[in-house]
């Protein structure tokens, strides 16, 4: 028996339209139909007015997510403990905590800190709206609302946060710099010149410090192609070869050489 704050008739009643739906389903269908339950999307709802969550909980359902609900931020707080959702839709008027407040705790989480998060609230006022923008959310719904909307507004949070993440514009590390906007290298308060196949393999390394990078992997993140010959491999090596020059005693990180393999960018004192 389920334990939500609906109850169990609630939790009966999707049960049984699961059943339903699936005997109306041709055999070749059933299995499809399972793989799809299996990856639903999951949403967390937190509001303390019932008959608004079962709302919420009966129109996601009814489009396939995957619901679970909390009436206060401390249930909500011991859920997140537990289980990460795709998305969660926050009341402003908790009855222990205020919305703006809860959000920026659950920013603080670093499992949680990109986690998309829809305001949905009768407070519609504009510095209403500003201020829940502002605290955290990626989108605020004031009620009433119309079911449409709320899932287009679900839809299009969860198509943001499938995108990749967007490459970082700064590398930092033991004062060097690296900009990837002006493509400026920077080492203390001296601008480097480096050409640009020594930038685009300094970047390399940056990206992934401590990782080794193999000489196929490098010619093709640098120059573009992947060719295990003797010629190409040397221009890794001649290429490594003058940034390290360019670079010269550089704070407390060099590039160290893998036996035949490759290179990585390591500490200074290995």
């Not at 703006?100 to 920013?107: A, L």
């Not at 393999?261 to 390591?266: E, H, Q, S, T």
Request: proline share 5%; charged share 25%.
């Amino acid at each position: 028996m389920c334990g939500g704050i609906l109850g169990p008739c609630l939790c009966w009643r999707k049960t049984a339209a699961q059943k339903k739906r699936r005997k109306e389903l041709a055999p070749g269908c059933q299995k499809l139909y399972d793989v799809q339950v299996a990856q639903r999307i999951s949403i967390l709802v937190v509001d303390d007015d019932p008959i608004v969550l079962a709302l919420l909980v009966e129109i996601l359902s009814s489009k396939g997510y995957l619901v679970k609900t909390a009436s206060t931020a401390f249930q909500a707080r011991s859920s997140l403990e537990r289980w990460i959702p795709d998305i969660i839709l926050l009341d402003r008027g908790l009855p222990d905590v205020e919305g703006v407040e809860f959000i920026k705790e659950i920013r603080a989480k670093q499992q949680c800190s990109t986690l998309p998060v829809l305001f949905i609230t009768a407070r519609k006022a504009t510095k209403d709206k500003v201020e829940g923008l502002r605290s955290g959310a990626d989108d605020y719904l004031a009620k009433p609302f119309a079911q449409e909307e709320l899932l287009a507004r679900v839809e299009v949070l969860l198509r943001r946060s499938q995108l990749p993440p967007e490459p970082p514009k700064l590398f930092q590390a033991h004062g060097l710099m690296v900009d990837m906007v002006s493509h400026k290298v920077t080492l203390g308060d001296r601008e480097l010149k480096l050409s640009a196949t020594c930038f685009e393999l300094l970047v390399a390394f940056m990206e992934k410090p401590g990782h080794v990078l193999s000489r196929n992997f490098l010619l093709e993140r640098v120059w573009g192609f992947d060719r295990d010959v003797e010629m190409t491999s040397k221009a890794v090596d001649m290429a490594v070869s003058r940034m390290r020059a360019s670079l010269g005693a550089w704070g407390g990180l060099h590039i160290v050489a893998v036996d035949s393999y490759g290179y990585r960018l390591a500490p200074e004192e290995e």
